[in-house]
C-alpha cells in the first residue's frame, strides 16, 4: 500500500512539554520519513505557526508559517491558506 500524500498533525493540547514537543517533532519527523510519506504539516497552536515537510530524497526540508503568511503545498498547489486562519480555525 502506498503512503498517504499528506498527513497533517496537530500538537497536542495541554502544555508545551518536552515530551509533546519530541514526539511531534522528532519521532513522528522520524517515522514519516522512513515511511516516505511526502508531505506532512504540524499545526501548532502553542507555538502559533504550522510547519510544513516535504521530503526531499531520503529528508524532510522544513517551512515554517506564521501569520499572515500563506501555506503553501507541493502536494496540493491549489491550497490557499493563512498560518492564521488554518490556527483559528477558520477554514470553512
Not at 513522528?28 to 521530503?55: A, G, M, N
Request: proline share 3%; hydrophobic share 35%; net charge negative.
Amino acid at each position: 500500500m502506498p503512503p498517504p500524500l499528506l498527513v497533517v498533525e496537530v500538537v497536542s493540547s495541554g502544555s508545551d512539554s518536552i515530551a509533546n514537543h519530541c514526539r511531534d517533532y522528532e519521532w513522528k519527523r522520524q517515522q514519516y520519513e522512513w515511511w516516505k510519506i511526502s508531505e506532512y504539516w504540524i499545526i501548532d497552536r502553542h507555538r502559533q505557526q504550522i510547519v510544513v515537510f516535504v521530503l526531499n530524497d531520503a529528508t524532510y526540508e522544513e517551512h515554517v508559517y506564521k501569520g499572515t503568511n500563506t501555506v503553501t503545498s507541493q502536494m496540493f498547489s491549489t491550497l490557499q491558506l493563512s498560518a492564521d486562519r488554518l490556527l483559528s480555525g477558520e477554514i470553512i
